[in-house]
């Protein structure tokens, strides 16, 4: 039975088998690489690293890299217990309650671990308020608890993620994950139904603006660039053009997806759905080939014109 209790009212993680791929390293960039420099407040992450404290991060990464969440995560809150404001433990914590609360069938404990997750943004945005980090946390957080709540509410939040997502990517540009959530959420709003748009309209001062399929396609494949290997980024895009109708290059990305090597329980599902969606792209174009090439056959040539009618 997992625990649902621990510090400050977060799950306490415990070591599971089933894993999914970890974020990008820690690793961020200087402020100048931005553009712009990010508004941080003096006060974060006030407590000096301690000897401990530097273990505990040590061996978070090293269990990212073997794909154990569970275990991280665990290391992230032991470094929270000793310095309650450690940024990059806050927003990595969110992430990974994230990534271990999708695991689950159970809505009780996958809201755990969103619930959480949505704490610990809550807790890097006060330090960093506008972040990458802190700000991808929280989007990934809300864009999470979008599955778990009513139809009306998710239109609230949709709108609430949109400040968040574009601060992830434009503070974070080196982060795929902040991108890959930017081209979802891109794609999700431009696709507003009637009923959504009317709503929004009418009870929530209006829709988010300026998404579009192309800007989804744009930021899927910033993603997919930075991190070549990730086969959800793969997947992600090769839907996205096959809803638009780019069928080869649906077909290109599926066979790039389906070579790539599996270390998760995750990957391999995701590499399969990619299996899955290949076959009846292939047969499609199949078809069109053979359409296309049946059509030129049965041209007739132009007559020719003679000399005497010149």
């Known amino acids: 039975m997992l625990s649902l209790t621990g510090l400050a009212g977060l799950p306490v993680a415990r070591a599971q088998k089933t894993t999914t791929a970890q974020p990008s390293p820690p690793a961020r960039p200087e402020a100048a690489e ?22 505990h991060l040590r061996q978070a990464a090293s269990l990212q890299t073997k794909y154990k969440d569970s275990e991280a995560l665990a290391e992230y809150q032991a470094v929270l217990k000793l310095n309650a404001q450690h940024y990059e433990s806050l927003w ?20 755990a671990y969103f619930d959480a997750a949505h ?8 330090l960093q ?42 503070r974070r540009p080196d982060l795929p994950e902040a991108w890959q959530l930017l081209g979802r959420w891109y794609y999700r709003v431009a696709h507003y139904n009637v009923l959504e748009k009317t709503f929004s309209r009418i009870f929530l ?16 494949e910033k993603a997919h660039q930075l991190d070549p290997g990730r ?49 009846p792209l292939l047969r499609a174009a199949a078809r069109r080939d053979r359409l ?5 056959k049965n041209l007739k040539p132009a007559p020719a014109t003679s000399a005497a009618g010149q």
Not at 119 to 126: F, N, T, V
């Open 231 to 279: 086969v959800q980024y793969c997947y992600d895009l090769a839907r996205m053009y096959k809803y638009q109708g780019h069928r080869r290059k649906a077909i290109a990305m599926l066979q790039e997806a389906i070579k790539l090597p599996t270390y998760t329980s995750e990957d391999l599902t995701v590499n399969r759905l990619c299996q899955q969606l290949l076959p």
């Open 34 to 55: 931005l553009g712009t420099k990010p508004k941080t407040k003096a006060n974060a992450s006030p407590a000096p690293d301690s000897v401990a404290l530097r273990q």
């Open 119 to 126: 704490q610990y943004a809550d807790r890097a945005l006060a």
């Open 129 to 170: 308020p506008e972040g990458g980090e802190s700000n991808y946390a929280m989007a990934l957080a809300l864009f999470s608890e979008a599955g778990l709540i009513s139809a009306r509410d998710r239109l609230r939040l949709f709108k609430q993620l949109r400040s968040h997502v574009f601060l992830a990517a434009e």
């Open 92 to 111: 990595r914590a969110a992430v990974l309650s994230v990534t271990i609360g999708n695991r689950y069938s159970d809505e009780t404990r996958k809201k």
């Open 292 to 296: 296309h090439a049946r059509w030129y």
């Open 205 to 220: 001062g209006g829709f988010p603006h300026g998404a579009s399929s192309k800007k989804a396609i744009d930021a899927l």
